[in-house]
């Protein structure tokens, strides 16, 4: 019973003590933004850019979809304009997988140190620009990328990194952290380091126009996730709240354009700051329950991230919902969902159903087709120790709690009609 007790103890009391600490560093610490280009044709200006920075040698890391796409070439082609050694400025890496798993990130830390390379330009979605941060820290550092796991493992900065991203939804071109994953451990991993957010970034929509309407969704929905978790945790900041706020209207206008019309570039723009708004309010903010739940399913199953989040994002925030009414109030204002003068439960209540009213609307799954019911105890002990020391919750998931909302996405279980007695030949 004594362990039992003090380890309730080391949740109720220590670990909300350690993290509220935690929480007033990250309101001091300096963390850099990169300049950010917006518009259609920004990655080729962006390009223009970094040729002039005088690099030796540039790493372009991508993955497979968008080099076939040729979704770099006025990137690629900007950085070789006017260089006599053109084909020789930069080299490109395009095997980054989802989830940027830690053997493709060892194999392009080869590749950068072997082409002598002196920065890195990151152009595809979240994977490929986490991928991008852990392979500049690790060879600047000559350590392996698990080593780097935590915060501020590095002794020396990465080389600058640039990114452009393709999606919508992670905000990687401004946050701190890089996501990998090791596939022997079936587990997500964090690197964090404020030297890791790139030094500029391209908005560009028209890299966007292209991508598939399930795609769109889930990275939309992970957008909104960052920015309500990002706001209903307690490392809020009036700046963080601002950016918050900001991305939750931006992506209620425009993640439903976007998704009915791929080509709407301004709705595409739009999503595209949001998802950088959304960036820089957790970056500081932090995330909270879903992210910890979703890290799970992601190192288990390989679900999207995106579309983890999506999934539990409802079912998280009515789990919170008690203690986060009047944020849940504020969060309709900004949805344009309800008027100031309204009672705060109710625009709670509008806001948790316009989240299941969203989801319904640009097709994201009520359940997660991979989830096994035998795994859930351990996905939801690896989800309650993730959230305990590292986010700002506004409530608690006890191991009871968390297994329940894995239990309330499970795929239905379509029961098999039994099969007709057979029949057998009567002897005569």
Same mark, same amino acid.
């Given at each position: 019973m004594i362990p039992n007790r003090l380890g309730d103890f080391a949740r109720t009391i220590g670990l909300p003590a350690a993290k509220r600490a935690a929480g007033l560093v990250t309101r001091v610490l300096p963390i850099p933004q990169p300049t950010l280009l917006v518009g259609p044709g920004a990655s080729a200006r962006l390009g223009q850019a970094i040729a002039g920075f005088g690099h030796r040698r540039i790493m372009v890391v991508t993955d497979p979809i968008v080099a076939k796409l040729g979704l770099m070439a006025p990137l690629a082609d900007a950085l070789g304009a006017g260089r006599p050694d053109a084909a020789d400025s930069f080299v490109v890496f395009d095997e980054i997988a989802a989830d940027a798993p830690i053997p493709v990130i060892e194999k392009g830390i080869e590749v950068f140190r072997y082409a002598k390379c002196d920065a +890195? !330009?990151?152009?595809?979605?979240?994977? !490929?620009?986490?991928?991008?941060?852990?392979?500049? +820290?690790?060879?600047?550092?000559?350590?392996?990328?698990r080593e780097l796991v935590g915060y501020f493992r590095g002794l020396h900065a990465p080389p600058p990194i640039y990114a452009v991203p393709t999606t919508a939804g992670t905000g990687s071109e401004v946050t701190v952290a890089a996501v990998i994953s090791d596939p022997q451990r079936e587990a997500k991993l964090v690197i964090a380091d404020t030297r890791i957010v790139p030094k500029m970034a391209a908005l560009d929509p028209l890299l966007m126009t292209g991508l598939p309407r399930q795609v769109t969704a889930a990275s939309g929905m992970d957008a909104l996730t960052h920015a309500i978790e990002a706001f209903i945790g307690y490392w809020g900041t009036r700046f963080t709240d601002r950016m918050a706020l900001a991305a939750v209207g931006m992506i209620y206008e425009n993640l439903p354009r976007a998704c009915e019309n791929g080509k709407d570039l301004a709705a595409r723009e739009k999503m595209a700051l949001a998802s950088t708004y959304a960036g820089l309010a957790f970056t500081r903010a932090n995330v909270g329950n879903v992210h910890a739940i979703a890290h799970q399913l992601g190192g288990k199953y390989h679900t999207p991230h995106g579309l983890a989040n999506a999934i539990m994002l409802p079912h998280v925030l009515r789990f919170s919902s008690t203690a986060i009414t009047g944020k849940l109030a504020v969060l309709a204002r900004h949805a344009k969902l309800g008027g100031a003068d309204e009672p705060k439960a109710e625009l709670a209540q509008k806001f948790l159903d316009s989240i299941d009213a969203l989801s319904r609307r640009i097709g994201i799954p009520r359940c997660l087709d991979a989830l096994r019911e035998e795994d859930i105890p351990q996905l939801?002990?690896?989800?309650?120790? =993730?959230?305990?020391?590292?986010?700002?919750? %506004?409530? !608690?998931?006890?191991?009871?709690?968390? =297994?329940? +909302?894995?239990?309330? !996405? +499970? %795929? =239905?279980?379509?029961?098999?009609? %039994?099969? %007709?007695?057979?029949?057998?030949?009567?002897?005569k």
């Open positions: +890195l !330009v990151a152009i595809g979605g979240g994977s !490929v620009i986490d991928a991008a941060k852990a392979i500049g +820290l690790a060879a600047a550092n000559g350590k392996h990328p939801a002990r690896a989800a309650c120790r =993730e959230a305990d020391f590292n986010y700002p919750v %506004p409530r !608690v998931m006890s191991q009871q709690d968390c =297994e329940a +909302l894995l239990r309330a !996405v +499970l %795929p =239905e279980r379509r029961t098999k009609k %039994p099969r %007709p007695p057979r029949r057998t030949r009567r002897s």
